[in-house]
């Protein structure tokens, strides 16, 4: 399996910008479907966005469509959120993880990084 670990969280002002980051390692990390997740206090963990093997395939959650863009460097070991327009309701530990192809479910996940965004 691999092993992550996330990155870039911090305070934000809302409308301002972070860029998250998840560094694999262990097995092939282009083997694995990477998602971002998050959790805000007192809420269930959601699903953020989502990116294929390859990168051809993504997909984003409702609430963050058009701010949030996803992205992988398979040469690197490593995943991205870039967040813009940040919202007061995007404060939330965030979580990346990783899944096979042939599961259903993510079974890799880092540690998480706390973003805060302030008014």
């Known amino acids: 399996q691999v092993q992550l670990v996330a990155s870039g969280g911090g305070l934000v002002q809302t409308g301002g910008s972070l860029k998250l980051a998840c560094t694999a390692s262990?097995?092939?990390?282009?083997?694995?479907?990477m998602g971002w997740f998050r959790q805000a206090p007192g809420k269930e963990r959601e699903f953020v966005a989502f990116?294929?093997?390859?990168?051809?395939?993504?997909s984003y959650a409702d609430s963050v469509k058009g701010r949030f863009t996803i992205s992988r460097d398979n040469t690197k070991n490593m995943v991205y959120l870039q967040m813009n327009s940040l919202k007061l309701e995007d404060t939330a530990v965030y979580y990346c993880?990783?899944?096979?192809?042939?599961?259903?479910?993510?079974?890799?996940w880092g540690q998480g990084t706390q973003v805060t965004v302030s008014s």
């Open positions: 262990g097995r092939t990390f282009s083997n694995y479907n």
């Open positions: 993880a990783a899944r096979e192809p042939e599961k259903t479910v993510y079974d890799v």
């Open positions: 990116i294929s093997r390859d990168g051809s395939v993504l």
